[in-house]
């Protein structure tokens, strides 16, 4: 399975968890190419925190509009009925719940639902962004990631880079499974049909509870 697959199949689940009318913030990255495969009928009002409420999908190349773009500073488009703000506003909408869900990317994951998504030590980082707002003022937030990085693990017994937020991840969907972050660990509900209960927990440092009614992925 290529990389391009992987993030394929992940953005494929994740949209399955969106319905119409919710309020959604895209992570830059892989959570961007979440809404390419959103059903007809679900419609949702895309937010970015740079300022933006009402996004519409990518431009064609050349058709970019210099004014619009996401908070990773990509290119995008405005839907009719779209608003745009200064930043106070934008986070005053995070902040306040009004987000109904939040799909990030991963550096690293923990069993408690500990993040790290903003830093690896002893390099540079474009800043911290929204992503601490965002954990924490979301209702539901989804990690949309690849499930290792060159072989090494990224869902950890405990996290060893900088947190972003602590306890506030929901739902992690990877190319290999569907976990739903729980009290009592990491249960795996989905797997997909091309891997193992036995190759998931391997690419896992973390003890996974397998439901006893484990379906197959929906992809």
């Known amino acids: ?36 495969y959103l059903k007809p009928d679900v419609n949702v009002i895309l937010q970015s925190e740079n300022g933006l409420i009402g996004m519409g ?25 779209a608003a745009s703000f200064d930043s106070a506003t934008s986070f ?15 550096l690293q994951v923990d069993e408690k639902g500990d993040l790290a998504n903003w830093i690896i030590p002893g390099k540079i980082a474009p800043g911290m962004g929204g992503a601490m707002d965002l954990l924490i ?15 090494n693990h990224k869902i950890m017994k405990k996290c060893t880079l ?7 991840v ?31 927990q391997e690419a896992t440092e973390a003890k996974l509870i397998f439901s006893s009614d484990v379906k197959e992925m929906k992809v």
Not at 92 to 106: K, T
Not at 139 to 150: F, Q
Not at 177 to 200: N, S, Y
């Open 1 to 36: 399975m290529d990389r391009n697959e992987m993030r394929q199949i992940i953005a494929k689940r994740v949209a399955l968890e969106l319905y119409d009318g919710d309020v959604v913030n895209l992570g830059i990255g892989l959570p961007t190419l979440v809404p390419n």
């Open 57 to 81: 999908p990518t431009p064609k190349e050349g058709e970019e509009d210099p004014n619009l773009i996401n908070a990773g500073g990509g290119a995008i488009s405005a839907n009719k009925g």
């Open 92 to 106: 005053a909408i995070i902040r306040g719940g009004h987000v109904d869900v939040s799909i990030l990317g991963a």
């Open 137 to 151: 003022g979301t209702r539901k937030v989804i990690l949309a990631m690849e499930h290792t990085a060159r072989g």
């Open 162 to 168: 900088p947190l972003t937020a602590e306890g506030q």
């Open 170 to 200: 929901d739902m992690i969907v990877t190319e290999m499974c569907v976990i739903e972050v729980t009290d009592k660990g990491l249960v795996v509900k989905e797997i997909h049909p091309k891997f193992t209960k036995e190759q998931v």
